[in-house]
């Protein structure tokens, strides 16, 4: 059965829903979430056609976007410079075990100074019985120190064939020649005595290209001066032993290692060092080398190359312009021609041998000798004078009248003439 339906007057009505209250204005501020602005991008700029004369649109071009500034790098950081060794009680240790190790060399102090040089310059990185035998085979080959001044350097390099660098020895020799000839016109050095020691070094590093090895060992030997040489062996001990820094090495510079080594001691200690540096550069590893480095300077063994390796070179600085040469020079032979000079250049005189001057505060020092070109004019023929005019010679005086001589008597006729003309022919 059905129900039966109510009539729509009964029928309960839905329940209507309150309208919501409208909040004040502050309010639904309050109540709304913040926003975060959007930051408005530009647009990009569009090429706008340009019309020309012509009629035919161009366009232009477009502005470039401004580009981020460029980030610099960190500036390197400078290199710590390396600390200076105490070689005021390392260098007297090494003199000690030196003297225990080796034999100094005498050294012949008599001969002029330009065979000082020449030995100087044979002697370099070389045993002392080996340049001497190399200079007497020089001496013996070449008739006169001329001939070994005009020699090629490859002709010198096969006499001195026996020393470590032959053609370095050889150079060397040519170059003092040439220099000593340059500037007095002779072989002699024997001026460089004559004044101070400052004198006769500045003579000897007048002489261009000549090694500092070889000033130093003329100083130390001909002159009498407190100097050390250095050469690259000694150098070479030097570094192994932990006396100098590495920059010292590079430049060959050891300042103030004089003033460690009492006067007397020089000639003898500079003759164990060299001997030590021959030994550093031919035996490296040996136990000698190894003995003597350790027994100065414990912290040495970390300086060692590994076995079969050769100690660091040293790298030299940059040359100047005076010190530059190029390799033809070392192979072409000395003379006027391998150091031509200025028209009118005279060969310049030994250092300090001008006249002196004074200066405004009274202190006197070497007047500079300055050779002025000569400046004689060639002397033209003279012009032939007029001949004169020939004079009509005096008239000749009137001669007087000789007196009328008497007649000449005729000859006499001899007396045998007379009985002959009566005789009768027969």
């Not at 232009?60 to 401004?66: C, T």
């Not at 192979?331 to 001057?357: D, I, V, Y």
Request: charged share 25%.
């Amino acid at each position: 059965m059905t129900a039966p339906k109510r009539p729509a007057a009964s029928r309960p009505k839905p329940a209507s829903k309150p309208a919501p209250k409208k909040a004040a204005p502050a309010a639904k501020a309050a109540t709304k979430a913040p926003v975060k602005p959007v930051a408005k991008t530009a647009p990009k700029p569009v090429a706008k056609p340009v019309a020309k004369p012509s009629g035919k649109p161009v366009a232009k071009p477009a502005a470039k976007a401004p580009t981020a500034p460029a980030v610099k790098a960190a500036p390197e950081p400078k290199p710590v410079p390396e600390k200076i060794p105490p070689r005021s009680t390392l260098i007297p240790k090494l003199h000690k075990v030196l003297k225990a190790n080796y034999k100094p060399v005498a050294t012949d102090t008599s001969r002029p100074i330009l065979d000082q040089v020449l030995v100087a310059c044979c002697f370099e990185n070389a045993p002392a019985d080996v340049a001497e035998k190399a200079f007497a085979r020089l001496v013996e080959t070449y008739f006169d120190l001329n001939e070994i001044r005009v020699t090629t350097v490859a002709e010198l390099a096969e006499i001195l064939h026996d020393l470590p660098d032959p053609s370095r020895a050889a150079l060397s020799l040519r170059r003092a020649l040439q220099g000593v000839f340059e500037s007095t016109y002779n072989y002699s050095l024997d001026h460089a005595r004559k004044h101070s020691l400052a004198h006769g070094i500045k003579v000897l590093e007048g002489l261009r290209g000549v090694p500092p090895f070889v000033v130093q060992h003329v100083a130390a030997t001909a002159l009498g001066g407190h100097v050390v040489p250095l050469d690259k062996g000694a150098l070479s001990a030097l570094w192994l032993s932990g006396l100098i820094t590495r920059q010292e090495y590079d430049t060959g510079k050891v300042p103030g290692i004089e003033r460690t080594i009492a006067k007397k001691a020089g000639i003898e200690f500079s003759s164990l060092l060299h001997q030590f540096g021959i030994d550093v550069l031919t035996n490296l590893h040996g136990a000698t080398v190894r003995k003597v480095a350790l027994a100065v300077n414990p912290a040495a063994k970390d300086r060692f190359p590994k076995r079969g390796e050769p100690l660091p070179e040293p790298v030299p600085p940059p040359p100047t312009v005076k010190e530059s040469h190029t390799g033809e020079e070392e192979h072409r032979p000395a003379g006027p021609q391998a150091a031509a000079r200025p028209a009118g250049k005279t060969p310049q005189p030994p250092a300090g041998s001008g006249p002196k001057k004074t200066d405004g505060k009274g202190k006197s020092g070497p007047k500079p000798f300055v050779v002025k070109p000569l400046s004689i004019k060639p002397q033209t023929a003279p012009a032939p004078a007029p001949a004169p005019e020939p004079t009509p010679p005096p008239p000749e005086p009137a001669k007087k009248p000789v007196a009328s001589a008497k007649p000449l008597a005729a000859k006499a006729a001899p007396k045998h003439t007379a009985p002959l003309s009566k005789r009768k022919p027969r």
